[in-house]
DNA sequence: GTGAACTGAATTGTATACAATAAGCGATCC
DNA sequence: GGATCGCTTATTGTATACAATTCAGTTCAC
């Protein structure tokens, strides 16, 4: 379920950094929180050693900011940073979807709807965090169609980003969650038909950014009630 | 000079990971060799604890490997990640190097002029290694030029990851060190001429692969050395 | 009442100690 | 002679201890 990484090893720190990452991932832990080390030591059974090393990989995934001698929090992704992803992520999937249509297998289809399908009965047993996670794996899944380990891997980290983006900018949460963007990307992947699957990847992209409230004052208003010392 | 990663903390750590980093970068440390945490610990003063999350940031930058109770060694890129590396590339450089020239300013001109001046004096200096860090930096420079903090973050990890395939794969050492790309990139870049940079940099990295020897064999007779047991 | 300085608790940074695992090596058996 | 088993050593994984720093609440001066 969870197997990106697989270069380093496999020990609990990667078990805790999981666990926290899906946190994350399905909105259970928001932007901001204070990560203490003894606090999450003890939830896992594992010393602040194992913790402090999970913690380190979710900072170098950009999922939590460590300041020195200030702990972990979970990140809290500016607008700038915000529509730095989505660039990226513009620039990253397209050409990743195209590739992915030229090698899908029936298999892979098979995958794919299964997971549609889990979105949207996680969506309507009213579990929109779970719904948000299984959408994102469904990107994740197309980059792994593509056999881009590379790619795949950043791919990865802009979807969990995106997460936390969501988590702050989304504004509305109407329409577009029951989209069904993920389904003709589904059908172009079908057919191999690499063009449409890059021209519905950068629409459905584009479709997620106009989704958010990326104005300025928001992160303002973030700051100031950091910068009023509650957190 | 080196001052990527502002999201984490500045520790000693980091210290670690940056001078083992430039000494992987410049070919002083080469792919396979293997980093014992207590000899890395003795030669930086530092203990074991630092030492180790240094390892595990550059890990998660695929400089080295980690495999559980087995240590850390410097990463032996195979050939498919050879391959996946400058595909990202090229995925991302181009159209980033576009982005710089819309926004270049007479400063960035002079800073890039100084980055290939100095490449120039430490290849006939025979400082190849220290030539090919800066080739490399030349590269990210013109990402940070681009304003894109996300994709100059990928850039650089591609690059780092770069400099370990060129030790395993150079082929013609000869020409191309000496080629004159970045000097008609810095250019076009000047002219602000976004069309031809992307281009320039596109080309730019086909000749980069096609200096290299991508054929199957090599990384087969590295892992049959390995298997016989030395290092 | 406001603000600065101080004190104690809470938290993080680093080092070290111990346990668990793997690697090296010699003796033994076939 | 070659391979295998078992022991010793080296190295890593994890926990804990202590030092350094930050944070919150209080006191004190103005």
Redesign the pocket.
């Known amino acids: 379920m969870m197997d990106d990484a697989r270069h380093a090893?496999d020990?609990?720190?990667d078990t805790v950094a999981g666990r926290l990452a899906l946190a994350i991932h399905e909105h259970r832990l928001l932007p901001g929180t204070?990560?203490?080390?003894?606090e999450v030591a003890e939830i896992f059974g594992?010393?602040?050693?194992?913790v402090?090393a999970g913690l380190q990989r979710l900072a170098h995934d950009r999922l939590v900011t460590?300041q020195?001698?200030?702990?972990?929090h979970v990140a809290q992704p500016t607008i700038r940073e915000a529509r730095e992803v989505f660039e990226a992520r513009a620039l990253l999937e397209p050409r990743t979807a195209r590739s992915a249509a030229e090698r899908t297998t029936p298999a892979d289809v098979a995958r794919l709807q299964a997971h549609i399908d889990e979105e949207h009965t996680a969506l309507h047993a009213g579990d929109p965090g779970r719904a948000l996670r299984l959408s994102g794996l469904f990107h994740i899944e197309i980059a792994r169609i593509a056999d881009q380990d590379t790619i795949c891997a950043f791919i990865t980290q802009l979807v969990a980003r995106s997460s936390l983006i969501i988590a702050l900018y989304w504004a509305r949460r109407n329409a577009l969650c029951e989209s069904h963007a993920h389904d003709a990307l589904l059908r172009a992947l079908a057919d191999r038909d690499g063009a449409r699957a890059e021209d519905l990847m950068k629409g459905h992209l584009l479709d997620l950014v106009s989704s958010l409230d990326l104005r300025a004052l928001p992160s303002t208003s973030r700051s100031l009630r950091e910068a009023l010392?509650r957190e």
């Open positions: 090893m020990g609990s720190s204070k990560l203490v080390e003894d594992v010393s602040r050693t194992v402090r460590l020195r001698n200030r702990g972990a010392g």
